[in-house]
């Protein structure tokens, strides 16, 4: 045991102790104390009362508002526990300070938006979706009267493009906003604008909230016009670190030895929580858990081994936060979903694998890459305080001292790493250049001009030096989904395919839909054959779509043929939903049949950035930037060569490869790219 942790806490009225990467002193803050009260679990209508002014916030309630009441901005720093993301919002709303406005609050991921509503809507004993809703993508639970309203950032964003001044909300509250989502980050900068135009123009204010339990509040506060910083005294109990005393090659093992070392020496009831980097290596640690479990089965508790990440059906993620049943321990396997967003009940134990899969952007090469790296400091204490939010816990560390003192401070924010394609036709929408937005840590330049010529290779805007919208960027806007994805929807509305494509886009917005079971590979590939296409995994999908959506037994049928079950069910979600836009926005949902050419010249339309070339050495270059590439092993076109492809994402692991392959006519090309693209292949020697 190296050290115990412990968030910071205000005792008689002391700066906030920093422990690891805590909040910067800075600005003198005005400082709340209140006395720690035993938590309560409760869900009942009894205990409801008891467990609100059980919290750390209740005590400082008048004073808080008094705060919120006199300032425009107000960043709170809560520490964990504190109760300020279900709290606040009732006592604005109670006092009435949104007067005949609503309340937003938002969260960074869909699973907190939908959890914290329904628990805020239990509290004031009113159903979801009446005073208190929720909405997330492809899923709107609110009326006309809603009061508090949880919604992603994202989805605050996209109500920002119909109405720049969001005149609806009196009250904005961005909780968890040391994340810094890209979508946060645009929100900031529009928020902010829409204050100051309403003051300017004598409209009603807006009053801007900013919650978290840790972040830089210097630089927070000088960019919102010195605005106060308040801290809130939370509930965070000790929690011992334990790290590992060399480096582990595989650390997925030395995760599943810790997590049944734990699960026959603890007491029942006392969960686990495991952060891994995301789906496919969850699924296998599912997989790998459960056969270990059930040989234990008659020397320890009963094992429940459960998923959580962001692809997961909405009734799967809510399963994590149910009470355990007696004699019965949890296993969460999470993705980094489970850091700060959301509370998971039981949680005792946490293992840290120390990782996280980052989408890296680089405006050199155009290229997009899923890259499996460390997280930064400030993650690992995030996900250490997990461990310590109902009494005093333990992390495992799946790493190093010398390891840990080489990870950086903190996250490098989205909007620095991303491609910003969308950011800057969303900003466009509204009217705004994002060249001149202001953003609280400005993207490079370079990016940002790659983003004005990606839209202007898709038709969106008129070009780089008159970034305006046309007629077809103004319809790609109105669409959830990256510009180039928007594009291939609105091609396949020229070429008489929507229902195909508005189906394959809802595939690919997901996870894998195949599964591999390493004792059954070879029935599973059996099994998945039937499926196959020869032009490759786009058609692919597609057919295991259509198998799937006309079985009448879908869990049997995905059971019986190695498919993923919830990843269908997600893009069945998505795809209802996205035909719905598609009729709202007067687009006829058209079909092809079984021609699969046209499917696959859409793809070139929005995508013609993600075409490669067969070289005479037997690898692929990218034909934007003459990057080496390889098709990836789990692609039905792996052992094949076709001349030019066109492929979803590059995948950095070692080497780079391409997922998500179809073969292109070079032909086709000529009819569906750019220019600037068509004359690229030609001199490759393709045209």
């Excluded at 089965?297 to 997961?312: C, D, F, Q, T």
């Excluded at 997600?570 to 926005?585: E, F, K, M, P, T």
């Excluded at 949902?589 to 995508?607: E, V």
Aim: net charge positive; proline share 5%; hydrophobic share 40%.
């Amino acid at each position: 045991m190296d050290s115990k942790y412990k968030t910071g806490s205000l005792i008689n009225g002391s700066s906030p102790q920093k422990n690891g990467p805590s909040q910067d002193d800075g600005h003198l803050p005005k400082k709340f104390r209140s006395d720690d009260s035993p938590h309560s679990k409760g869900y009942s209508n009894s205990s409801i009362n008891k467990h609100r002014r059980s919290l750390p916030v209740f005590a400082v309630k008048n004073r808080l508002l008094d705060e919120i009441n006199n300032s425009p901005t107000i960043i709170i720093i809560g520490e964990t526990g504190s109760g300020k993301t279900t709290q606040i919002p009732q006592y604005i709303h109670e006092a009435r300070l949104e007067k005949a406005g609503a309340i937003a609050i938002t969260q960074p991921r869909r699973v907190a938006a939908i959890t914290v509503a329904l628990r805020v809507a239990t509290e004031m004993g009113c159903a979801v979706g009446h005073t208190v809703g929720y909405a997330v993508r492809f899923e709107d639970v609110t009326r006309g009267d809603t009061k508090l309203k949880y919604l992603t950032d994202g989805m605050l964003l996209r109500e920002a493009l119909s109405d720049n001044l969001l005149m609806m909300y009196n009250v904005i509250i961005l909780d968890e906003a040391h994340e810094r989502t890209i979508h946060t980050d645009v929100l900031f900068g529009i928020v902010k604008q829409a204050q100051s135009i309403r003051r300017a123009k004598n409209f009603k204010p807006l009053k801007v909230i900013l919650m978290s339990a840790t972040m830089d509040v210097d630089h927070f506060s000088a960019y919102f016009d010195d605005a106060p910083i308040v801290y809130l005294q939370g509930r965070q109990y000790p929690v011992d670190i334990m790290r590992t005393t060399k480096s582990h090659e595989d650390y997925n093992f030395a995760i599943l030895v810790t997590v049944f070392q734990i699960h026959r020496e603890a007491p029942p009831n006392e969960d686990i929580l495991v952060f891994l980097t995301g789906q496919e290596e969850i699924e296998a640690m599912v997989f790998n858990a459960r056969l270990v479990a059930k040989d234990l089965m008659k020397s320890a508790p009963h094992l429940r081994v459960l998923p959580l990440y962001a692809a997961l059906a909405q009734f799967q993620q809510l399963e994590v936060l149910r009470p355990g049943l007696p004699n019965t321990r949890k296993l969460i396997l999470s993705t980094n979903i489970a850091e700060t967003s959301i509370t998971i009940p039981g949680v005792k134990y946490v293992i840290d694998s120390g990782m996280v899969k980052l989408r890296t952007h680089n405006p050199m090469t155009g290229m997009d890459s899923l890259k499996v790296q460390r997280i930064s400091k400030a993650q690992a204490w995030q996900r250490a305080g997990r461990a310590g939010r109902e009494g005093p816990g333990t992390c495992y560390r799946m790493y190093t001292e010398e390891e840990y003192n080489k990870m950086a401070e903190m996250t490098v924010p989205e909007i620095q790493r991303c491609n910003l394609s969308g950011v800057v036709l969303q900003l466009l929408a509204m009217g705004v250049n994002a060249l001149s937005f202001d953003f609280m840590d400005k993207p490079p330049t370079e990016s940002i001009m790659e983003a004005m010529r990606k839209l202007s290779h898709l038709n969106a805007i008129l070009s780089v030096n008159h970034p305006e919208l046309t007629p077809l960027g103004r319809q790609m806007a109105t669409f959830p989904l990256d510009p180039h994805y928007s594009r291939v929807i609105l091609a396949a509305w020229e070429m008489g395919c929507v229902e195909e494509v508005v189906t394959l886009v809802a595939v690919l917005s997901g996870e894998n839909l195949r599964v591999t079971v390493s004792k059954r590979r070879e029935d599973a590939a059996a099994a998945h054959q039937k499926f196959v296409s020869s032009t490759g995994d786009h058609i692919t999908n597609l057919n295991i779509f259509r198998a799937y959506n006309s079985a009448a037994m879908k869990k049997q049928f995905c059971f019986d043929n190695f498919l993923n079950n919830r990843n269908l069910e997600y893009a069945g979600g998505v795809r209802s939903q996205l035909l719905d836009l598609c009729r709202h926005s007067n687009i006829p949902i058209s079909s092809c049949g079984q021609d699969s050419d046209c499917i696959r010249k859409c793809l070139i339309a929005g995508l013609f950035g993600n075409l490669a070339q067969l070289q005479r050495e037997g690898h692929y270059l990218t034909v934007g930037s003459n990057q080496v590439v390889a098709i990836h092993p789990s692609s039905v076109l792996f052992r094949s060569k076709p001349p030019l492809v066109i492929y979803g994402e590059v995948v950095q692991t070692g080497r780079c490869y391409m997922r998500q392959v179809s073969s292109i006519d070079p032909d086709w090309v000529a009819q569906m790219a750019p220019t600037e693209f068509q004359r690229k292949l030609c001199l490759n020697g393709a045209g």
